[in-house]
């Protein structure tokens, strides 16, 4: 039996992979690590917490001697590292927990398996997972492919491209058998209400604004959280070592498009007149540095493993509004307390 370590499992994507490796893989004993910060959260995984081959460890990537600690203890035979923090608007207020998390944490993770696989490196893998902000904005035209040259903008940005380097570091250092990911916007169930679409469809649902960055002309290019789910499950275990894959939609849209979308759907779920969502939209201030466009070529993940992504984006978005209004207890949860503070500050105060 191997087993796999996921870091950040009890987050947004973390919990999409932790249920696809935990109900696929019966074989492999799964043990998510996670810190449970603002944004993880074990109500994401209550379908699977009480499956065999799972178990949950609460623990910290900053703190060295814990992981170690943990390394020694169940040997891991691989590891899926997702555990960081992920919201940009966060990474402007408060750089250092990036800091501390995306690159301490990971060296932290790196320093542990080299020295319990040193011995032996066959049939391992640390896998990294990141992300397309690394190579910068876009303008009008292009795309990222794999050899972009990184031009990071925001704390979090830096702090993954950071990781990224180190983790190829202990690869052409000391032969560490990694992998590495560059995913580019993920949208689903169980994303914490920071990010664009759930916040968006938590502030329709309540009729309040919908703050529109800058003139909402910003384009990001989205896929289906479970659709970067099986590409993981794909590169953990077809990838070859030393790799870079970029995972991407293929699916740009420009901000105030997708808004206006969403608020047509939420009109028609909610049995709202036409329109009348779309009136909560408020242009606000501009996010400081932020990225034009990311567009992510993800030819190689699909020439060379056969990947794709299944869903089309409006068929998507419908189903993840579906689940947001399905799931209300989750999302007053996820709301509650510390979430409001958050608000106030990022969206009132400023
Ligand atoms: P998330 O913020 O929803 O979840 C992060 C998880 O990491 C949480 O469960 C949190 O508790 C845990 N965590 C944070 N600090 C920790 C620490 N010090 N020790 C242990 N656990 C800690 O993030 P997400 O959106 O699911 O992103 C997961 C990964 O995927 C991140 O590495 C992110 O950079 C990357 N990524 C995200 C997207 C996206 O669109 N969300 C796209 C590409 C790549
Ligand atoms: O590209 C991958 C990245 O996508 C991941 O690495 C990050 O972890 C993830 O958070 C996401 O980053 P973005 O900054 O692109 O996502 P966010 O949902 O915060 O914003 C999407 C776009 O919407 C962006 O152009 C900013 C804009 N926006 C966002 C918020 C929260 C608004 O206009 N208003 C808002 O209130």
Redesign the pocket.
Known sequence: MKTILI?????????HVVRLFVNNYPDYKIVN?????????LENLKDIEDKPNYEFVK????DGKFIQDLFSKYNFDGVI???????VDRSISNPM?FI???IV?TVNLLNAVNFIWKKDYKGKKFYH?????VYGSLGKEGIFTEDTPYNPHSP?SAS?ASSDHLVRAYHDTFGLPIVIS??????GSF??PE?LIPLFINNIKNNKPLPVYGEGINIRDW?F?ED?AKAIDLIFHKGETGETYN?GGNNEWKNIDLIRKLCEIMDDKLGREKGTSAKLITFVKDRAGHDLRYAIDSSKLQNELGWKPSLDFEEGLEKTVDWYLENEEWLNNVTFGDYQKYYNEQYVKR
Not at 59 to 62: S, T
Not at 81 to 87: F, K, M, P, W
Not at 182 to 187: F, L, R, T, V
């Open positions: 870091t950040g499992g009890a987050g947004f994507i973390g919990s690590l996670d810190k449970l910060t603002y944004a993880g959260n623990g910290d990537i900053v590292h997702l555990a960081a923090e992920s919201h927990e501390y998390t995306n944490g997972i990141s992300t397309d902000e979090y993954k560059n995913c580019s916007n993920n949208y994303q914490f990010k896929l959280v970067h995972i």
